[in-house]
Structure formats: structure tokens, C-alpha cells
């Protein structure tokens, strides 16, 4: 990371063009760790994943999880390996189940109390950028700080989507509602 960082150049001015980036989220998860002086997955568990209840999500899996693990496939069908997204941890490392993604999603609705209540409002209302110009509308997203949101049938819509290696996965709400959706495939 640090030497592709060291010769990267950015191909336009930061701030002028909104872009979800697995290597600046993954960035700012190592930079957090440092300032913590923490290992990422140890600072994500005692910020986030402990104080939500999430004790099915890690980076490293425990020989239980090992055993509770569906193995990925590609669009054969064919088993893909697991591989270990070291560089990029919090980005594309993370692995969870529906149930602790289901508790995420209750604690952004307000069904849960949590400690984070206040940094998840936050993020939620966190000034938002459109991938295009203009107002948010069914036909573009804007990105906001973590999450995205899309304007369906009238409705705000927030949601995030991964891929991995023989992975999917999708977790979207409509906090107006207070309903949501987890889908792991």
C-alpha cells in the first residue's frame, strides 16, 4: 500500500469529483489503527463491533467461523479461494454474518439503543455529494459518508453493496420507513 501510494499521482484535484474509493476507505482505516495505536481489526472491534453487539464480525476468523463459513463461488458456480485482503482490510477483509449485519442495520433504524448512536446520525445526515450535478433522482446516486442514496419511487433510499471473491453482499434501508434489507450471496 504505502509503495503504490508513494508513486501513485491522482488523476484529478481532490474534492472535485465524488468517487467511492476501496483504497481511501481502506487508507482510512490504517491511518485510524495508527492513531490508535491499534491493529485495525482490534480497533474495530472495541469501537464498533463490541459496542453494537456484532460478535459474529471480524477480519480474522476463529476456527467456529471457519466451520460456519459458506464457501464462495464463481459465476460457474465453480469454489473460489478466500482470499486475505491484508492491504485493504477495511474495505474488503470484514466478514459477517446476516445476523450481525441485521444488528447493524437496527441500530441505524433506531431500533436498538447503541453508544455509536450519535456518529451513525452523523453519517446519515453527513453532507452528501451527487455522482452527477443536481438534485438526487432515480437515475444517480449520491454519495454520502459511508453509505449511498438513490431516490426510488419518490423515496430516499440508503444502501451499500460488496463485492468479494465469490461474494455478495447488500444492506439497504429506508430510514424514513424504518425498514431495511440484508442480502449475503
Same mark, same amino acid.
Given at each position: 500500500?504505502?509503495?503504490?501510494?508513494?508513486?501513485?499521482?491522482?488523476?484529478?484535484?481532490?474534492?472535485?469529483?465524488?468517487?467511492?474509493?476501496?483504497?481511501? #476507505?481502506?487508507? &482510512?482505516?490504517?491511518? =485510524? *489503527?495508527?492513531?490508535? +495505536?491499534?491493529?485495525?481489526?482490534? $480497533?474495530?472491534?472495541?469501537?464498533?463491533?463490541?459496542?453494537?453487539?456484532?460478535?459474529?464480525?471480524?477480519?480474522?476468523?476463529?476456527?467456529?467461523?471457519?466451520?460456519?463459513?459458506?464457501?464462495?463461488?464463481?459465476?460457474?458456480?465453480?469454489?473460489?479461494?478466500?482470499?486475505?485482503?491484508?492491504?485493504?482490510?477495511?474495505?474488503?477483509?470484514?466478514?459477517?454474518? #446476516?445476523?450481525? &449485519?441485521?444488528?447493524? =442495520? *437496527?441500530?441505524?433504524? +433506531?431500533?436498538?439503543?447503541?453508544? $455509536?448512536?450519535?456518529?451513525?446520525?452523523?453519517?446519515?445526515?453527513?453532507?452528501?455529494?451527487?455522482?452527477?450535478?443536481?438534485?438526487?433522482?432515480?437515475?444517480?446516486?449520491?454519495?454520502?459518508?459511508?453509505?449511498?442514496?438513490?431516490?426510488?419511487?419518490?423515496?430516499?433510499?440508503?444502501?451499500?453493496?460488496?463485492?468479494?471473491?465469490?461474494?455478495?453482499?447488500? #444492506?439497504?434501508?429506508?430510514?424514513?420507513?424504518?425498514?431495511?434489507?440484508?442480502?449475503?450471496?
Amino acid at each position: 500500500l504505502h509503495h503504490f501510494l508513494s508513486a501513485y499521482t491522482l488523476p484529478r484535484k481532490p474534492g472535485t469529483e465524488p468517487e467511492y474509493s476501496n483504497l481511501g #476507505v481502506s487508507l &482510512l482505516g490504517r491511518l =485510524l *489503527a495508527l492513531r490508535a +495505536g491499534k491493529e485495525y481489526e482490534d $480497533l474495530l472491534k472495541e469501537r464498533v463491533l463490541l459496542p453494537l453487539g456484532m460478535s459474529s464480525t471480524s477480519i480474522r476468523l476463529s476456527p467456529e467461523q471457519l466451520k460456519r463459513l459458506a464457501p464462495g463461488h464463481d459465476k460457474d458456480l465453480l469454489p473460489v479461494e478466500n482470499p486475505e485482503m491484508k492491504t485493504l482490510a477495511a474495505s474488503g477483509s470484514v466478514r459477517t454474518t #446476516v445476523n450481525d &449485519l441485521l444488528t447493524f =442495520l *437496527a441500530a441505524y433504524l +433506531g431500533y436498538v439503543e447503541t453508544p $455509536l448512536k450519535q456518529a451513525m446520525l452523523y453519517q446519515l445526515t453527513f453532507p452528501r455529494v451527487p455522482a452527477e450535478s443536481g438534485p438526487l433522482r432515480a437515475s444517480s446516486a449520491q454519495q454520502g459518508l459511508g453509505w449511498k442514496f438513490r431516490l426510488i419511487s419518490g423515496r430516499e433510499i440508503g444502501y451499500i453493496d460488496g463485492v468479494k471473491s465469490g461474494y455478495r453482499c447488500a #444492506v439497504t434501508f429506508d430510514l424514513e420507513r424504518r425498514t431495511g434489507v440484508v442480502v449475503l450471496a
